[in-house]
């Protein structure tokens, strides 16, 4: 099976050397966005079965707006995606409840928390 991992994108607004406004977006979503779908075409032009996320997808256990918005923009490959709850994601150390359960209402897509 060919799988392809990758890890930590820590999706969000701003960070702590880039906080300038893109297009539409905070320059950093919209490079997340192209990064990201780079991954996903990556994955899905050479025959990857499963897409993994190793944790970190989301830098923090709270959403906003823009960061919700902005994941429209992703181009998910049509292949089983594996998230791992990431210590970025969640404020509890049971990992009981965190922003990668999001995936869970994704098709395709299963959060691993344990």
């Given at each position: 099976?060919?799988?392809?991992?990758?890890?930590?994108?820590?999706?969000?607004?701003?960070?702590?050397?880039?906080?300038?406004?893109?297009?539409?977006?905070?320059?950093?979503?919209?490079n997340l966005i192209t990064s990201i779908n780079w991954v996903e075409q990556l994955a899905w032009s050479t025959g990857c079965q499963v897409i993994i996320c190793g944790?970190?997808?989301?830098?923090?256990?709270?959403?906003?707006?823009?960061?919700?918005?902005?994941?429209?923009?992703?181009?998910?490959?049509?292949?089983?995606?594996?998230?791992?709850?990431?210590?970025?994601?969640?404020?509890?150390?049971?990992?009981?409840?965190?922003?990668?359960?999001?995936?869970?209402?994704?098709?395709?897509?299963?959060?691993?928390?344990?």
């Amino acid at each position: 099976m060919k799988v392809l991992y990758y890890t930590d994108p820590h999706w969000s607004q701003y960070s702590s050397i880039l906080r300038s406004r893109g297009e539409q977006y905070s320059t950093r979503l919209e490079n997340l966005i192209t990064s990201i779908n780079w991954v996903e075409q990556l994955a899905w032009s050479t025959g990857c079965q499963v897409i993994i996320c190793g944790g970190d997808f989301f830098d923090s256990a709270v959403l906003n707006s823009e960061e919700l918005s902005a994941l429209k923009h992703v181009q998910w490959a049509p292949v089983s995606h594996l998230f791992l709850t990431g210590n970025h994601e969640t404020n509890v150390g049971s990992l009981e409840f965190s922003t990668a359960d999001l995936f869970n209402l994704c098709p395709n897509a299963s959060v691993i928390s344990k």
